[in-house]
Each structure stands twice: as C-alpha cells, then as structure tokens.
Nanobody, 124 residues
Framework: QVQLVESGGGLVQAGGSLRLSCAASGRTSKNYAMGWFRQAPGNERDFVASISYSGSTTYVADSVKGRFTISRDNAKNTVYLQMNSLKPEDTAVYYC?????????????????WGQGTQVTVSS
C-alpha cells in the first residue's frame, strides 16, 4: 500500500504560479510511476501530467503543455507539479496518483493509489 498526500494548492491570480507536491509513504521501495489529475465541479477527473519512476519519461496534457512541468525526487519520495501562467480554467481539485509499475501512462484507470486532492483556484 502507498499513501499519497498532496500540498501546495491555494488561491492565485491569473498569470501566477503554484507548485504542488505529493509525498508518498508506505511501500515506497517499489518502483512507482506517478501522475497528476484534476477535477473541476461537474467534470470528469482529467489527466494533467505523469512521470516514470526514473524520471526519464514524462507526459503532459495538451491543455497545460508549456505551462506545467512534472518532476520527482525519489530520495524524498515526492513528485512535484510546477504550474506557471495559470488560467481560471485551471481551477480544480488536483489529485496525485501512483501506479505499481515504473512506466507512466495518461490513463486514469491505470493508477492504483490516489491522494485526497488539493484545491487550486485561479481568479481572473
């Protein structure tokens, strides 16, 4: 089992930046790929970014490409989502996810563990 705890959400003006963190605990000796998803009210939980265990492969949704960057520090069991040039449409609850193999995907259903989410609100 892996427990995931997100932090770093908050209220920011359009054009601003936030960095989300996701700390993993529990069975972290296994190689996990990690991902970030987001869900706005009334919407599906959508893919944002993912990263392989080694960090050599990343995927980013087209809607955030060029603005968001995913990274990880395996020594700290932490994955990050740097969000720049934020827009009001980025407002959502952001969830961290882990899957029990080392290669990343964009598919929500392929992730085994989920955090509780952190709210990001971007004001216009």
């Amino acid at each position: 089992q892996v427990q995931l705890v997100e932090s770093g959400g908050g209220l920011v003006q359009a054009g601003g930046s936030l960095r989300l963190s996701c700390a993993a605990s529990g069975r972290t000796s296994k190689n996990y790929a990690m991902g970030w998803f987001r869900q706005a009210p009334g919407n599906e939980r959508d893919f944002v970014a993912s990263i392989s265990y080694s960090g050599s492969t990343t995927y980013v949704a087209d809607s955030v490409k060029g603005r968001f960057t995913i990274s990880r520090d395996n020594a700290k069991n932490t994955v990050y989502l740097q969000m720049n040039s934020l827009k009001p449409e980025d407002t959502a609850v952001y969830y961290c996810a882990a899957r029990g193999v080392g290669y990343a995907t964009t598919m929500r259903s392929s992730y085994d563990y989920w955090g509780q989410g952190t709210q990001v609100t971007v004001s216009s």
